[in-house]
């Protein structure tokens, strides 16, 4: 795990904790730590709210092929 958290998308250091994952009170955004270790550039890092819009366009669009 990287020493100092810091938000992927603004570089926020002054992070919410919550174990598993944190908020950036700055972008409003929730990330996985564990992206920040999969990934060494940053700008491949989705954030919670991102993955799971991702999810539901999928789902969207699955429904429209049926």
């Known amino acids: ?30 990330f996985e730590k564990k992206d920040l270790e999969l990934y060494d550039d940053e700008s491949n890092i989705l954030s919670i709210e991102e993955k799971l819009e991702v999810l539901k366009t999928i789902k969207t669009n699955s429904k429209k092929k049926e």
Request: proline share 7%; aromatic share 6%; glycine share 4%.
């Open 1 to 30: 795990m990287k020493e100092k958290l810091h938000c992927p998308r603004c570089k926020n250091e002054k992070i919410i904790d919550y174990g598993e994952t944190f908020d950036c009170p700055i972008c409003n955004l929730e």
